[in-house]
T-cell receptor, first 114, second 112 residues
Framework: GAGVSQSPRYKVAKRGQDVALRCDPISGHVSLFWYQQALGQGPEFLTYFQNEAQLDKSGLPSDRFFAERPEGSVSTLKIQRTQQEDSAVYLC????????????FGPGTRLTVL | QQQVKQSPQSLIVQKGGIPIINCAYENTAFDYFPWYQQFPGKGPALLIAIRPDVSEKKEGRFTISFNKSAKQFSLHIMDSQPGDSATYFCAALQGGSEKLVFGKGTKLTVNP
């Protein structure tokens, strides 16, 4: 079966542009997570969905960041008016129900803001 | 404030050596401690995880040692191989939360 997929794999944006990053979780996984990984750093939590409900968005760095999962499957992370400090790899992860179930990560989208 | 402190930042060993990566935490509410392995251009993948009710867990060549009183845990890789060359992250999760907190990572190089 397919793992978590993300698209695009690479995105170059000019400062001030809006971008949309897509995540396709593993089929049947109700929980979905977004992380931001700066170069040489560990992933940092951005937001969490259970089905279509966004239960925690405490990690979103500013109101320019917005995530949605309208049908409880595919998720989109949108960044408005991109800034250079937004350059990072954005990772998506999903997991099946169960308290200790594993989070499976996608390959990430590398965003470069010029 | 960094919630999980990981060291060393980088580590070089010879094939067959036993690299050890250490992590420390402050939040006593953390109750799940996974280790992830990440290769360049890939997402992190779960290697092994431990809960604080045990002091050690082994899976194949990977061992987690956990010291609850010291709030420290470590990853040991037995008989390391060049294919183990990757970046390793420790992480922690608080009960009732879904927010995994990662360390900054250790870049491991295993020379042939």
């Amino acid at each position: 079966g397919a793992g978590v997929s993300q698209s695009p794999r690479y995105k170059v944006a000019k400062r001030g542009q809006d971008v949309a990053l897509r995540c396709d979780p593993i089929s049947g996984h109700v929980s979905l997570f977004w992380y931001q990984q700066a170069l040489g750093q560990g992933p940092e939590f951005l937001t969490y969905f259970q089905n279509e409900a966004q239960l925690d968005k405490s990690g979103l760095p500013s109101d320019r960041f917005f995530a949605e999962r309208p049908e409880g499957s595919v998720s989109t992370l949108k960044i408005q008016r991109t800034q250079q400090e937004d350059s990072a790899v954005y990772l998506c992860a999903s997991r099946s129900p169960g308290q200790w179930s594993e989070q499976f990560f996608g390959p990430g989208t590398r965003l470069t803001v010029l | 404030q960094q919630q999980v402190k990981q060291s060393p930042q980088s580590l070089i060993v010879q094939k067959g050596g036993i690299p050890i990566i250490n992590c420390a935490y402050e939040n006593t509410a953390f109750d799940y401690f996974p280790w992830y392995q990440q290769f360049p251009g890939k997402g992190p993948a779960l290697l092994i995880a431990i809960r604080p009710d045990v002091s050690e867990k082994k899976e194949g060549r990977f061992t987690i040692s956990f010291n609850k009183s010291a709030k420290q845990f470590s990853l040991h890789i037995m008989d390391s191989q060049p294919g183990d060359s990757a970046t390793y992250f420790c992480a922690a999760l608080q009960g009732g939360s879904e927010k995994l907190v990662f360390g900054k990572g250790t870049k491991l190089t295993v020379n042939p």
